[in-house]
């Protein structure tokens, strides 16, 4: 009789010790429970190791690592998996009780989609969530019940979340594991490459809570995650036309230079726009209603930016309600139309 989980959960832990407890609960609550979990800690220096080995559920596998990054860690827990399907889960985020069972209902009753993921809800890193900022956005995914991902969808970001995804473990034969010339978006390019030997599916469910952190891909890769992101996809042009792509040929990746930012730039004292903290990220912690974060944001972007009046008027845009913010907007359009016909 075969004793293998239907679902392996992988879960790659890097110093992730402050998240990891509650990330580790939200996965043993799940109503759906033949499965495994497998943390691979990563050559972590913090007290992860331990927060991990306090727990007494079998269901645990524990893989203490020397630090090898995040593709070389994913792959490593591919070989482990022993489950007919793979659930991949970040170590400082969420998933909702429902959330497994429902992936695997979808995957068993629509044999054609090889993985799906689900919509997500951001999260502050107090654990304070901003359910009106989700990925993708819900007119994306319209009123079906889900909605296939196809190649145009990647535009520029990828709809699907890498923490949310469940996928046949048989995929593995096709595309064995992540790519790790690729630094980041090493995700982007594994869906594309699935893409081509069955569909990939989001599921219109709100069900797993990212948490935004300073040690997040965008924070600590910078410009690279849009060379990484572009090239997934220019790599699945080249496999539509010759069969195969450069860094199946060549076998590495050249990176380009760095482009110049304002903070190696020399910009004067108040002059740096920080719009890393102002655009997305403050908008998330005011829906989230984080306003001890909000207060860190707002002080740390008029510290360094106080001489651009930009900086002002970006924080107090996004501090308005939004039917007043829209109103203007549909105000200065009026009156911009109308000067225009005169």
Same mark, same amino acid.
């Given at each position: 009789?075969?004793?293998?989980?239907?679902?392996?959960?992988?879960?790659? *832990?890097?110093n992730?010790?402050?998240?990891?407890?509650a990330?580790?609960?939200?996965?043993?609550a799940q109503?759906?429970?033949?499965?495994?979990?497998?943390?691979?800690?990563?050559?972590?220096?913090?007290?992860?190791?331990?927060?991990?080995?306090?727990?007494?559920?079998?269901?645990?596998?524990l893989?203490?690592?020397?630090?090898?990054?995040?593709?070389? /860690?994913?792959?490593l827990?591919?070989t482990e998996?022993?489950g007919?399907f793979?659930w991949?889960?970040?170590?400082?985020?969420?998933?909702?009780?429902?959330?497994l069972?429902?992936?695997? /209902?979808?995957?068993?009753?629509?044999?054609e989609?090889?993985? =799906?993921?689900?919509?997500?809800?951001?999260?502050?890193?107090?654990?304070?969530i *901003?359910?009106?900022?989700?990925?993708?956005k819900?007119?994306?995914?319209?009123?079906?019940d889900?909605?296939?991902?196809r190649?145009?969808?990647?535009?520029?970001?990828?709809?699907? +979340?890498?923490?949310t /995804?469940?996928?046949?473990?048989?995929?593995?034969?096709?595309v064995p594991?992540?790519?790790?010339?690729?630094?980041?978006?090493?995700d982007?390019?594994?869906?594309?490459?699935?893409?081509?030997?069955?569909?990939?599916?989001?599921?219109?469910? =709100?069900?797993?809570?990212?948490?935004?952190?300073?040690?997040?891909? +965008?924070?600590?890769?910078?410009?690279k995650?849009?060379?990484y992101?572009?090239?997934a996809?220019?790599y699945?042009?080249?496999?539509?036309?010759?069969?195969?792509?450069q860094?199946?040929?060549?076998?590495?990746? +050249?990176?380009?230079?760095?482009p /110049?930012e304002?903070k190696?730039?020399?910009?004067?004292?108040?002059?740096?726009?920080?719009?890393?903290?102002?655009?997305?990220?403050?908008?998330?912690?005011i829906?989230?209603?984080?306003?001890?974060?909000?207060?860190?944001?707002?002080?740390?972007a008029?510290?360094?930016?106080?001489q651009l009046p930009?900086?002002?008027?970006?924080?107090?845009?996004?501090?308005?309600p939004?039917?007043?913010?829209?109103s203007i907007?549909?105000?200065?359009?009026?009156?911009r139309?109308?000067?225009? *016909?005169?």
């Open positions: 009789m075969d004793s293998s989980p239907r679902v392996s959960v992988i879960m790659p *832990a890097y992730a010790a402050a998240f990891v407890r990330a580790v609960d939200s996965i043993l109503t759906f429970v033949d499965f495994e979990l497998i943390i691979l800690n990563d050559g972590s220096t913090d007290d992860t190791q331990d927060i991990i080995e306090r727990y007494d559920d079998n269901r645990i596998r893989i203490n690592k020397s630090n090898s990054g995040v593709a070389a /860690t994913l792959n827990g591919l998996a022993q007919e793979i991949r889960h970040d170590a400082d985020d969420i998933s909702l009780p429902e959330k069972a429902r992936q695997v /209902t979808f995957l068993d009753s629509h044999p989609f090889v993985l =799906c993921a689900t919509q997500i809800a951001f999260m502050t890193e107090r654990g304070k *901003a359910w009106n900022k989700r990925q993708p819900t007119n994306w995914l319209g009123e079906a889900f909605r296939e991902v190649f145009k969808d990647f535009a520029p970001f990828s709809p699907v +979340t890498h923490g /995804t469940l996928f046949r473990r048989s995929m593995l034969d096709v594991s992540y790519r790790d010339a690729f630094i980041t978006s090493e982007i390019d594994m869906w594309l490459r699935m893409m081509e030997h069955g569909k990939l599916a989001v599921l219109n469910q =709100c069900l797993s809570l990212h948490r935004l952190s300073s040690s997040s891909a +965008t924070a600590v890769h910078g410009w995650n849009e060379f992101r572009e090239l996809k220019e699945w042009r080249q496999r539509q036309e010759n069969g195969s792509d860094l199946e040929l060549n076998g590495s990746i +050249t990176e380009p230079q760095a /110049t304002n190696s730039n020399g910009a004067k004292p108040g002059r740096i726009y920080r719009s890393d903290l102002l655009n997305f990220p403050l908008s998330v912690h829906d989230a209603r984080d306003w001890l974060e909000v207060s860190q944001i707002v002080r740390h008029i510290r360094q930016g106080w930009e900086v002002y008027r970006t924080i107090l845009i996004q501090l308005l939004g039917v007043f913010v829209r907007v549909k105000l200065k359009s009026w009156l139309h109308q000067s225009s *016909a005169t």
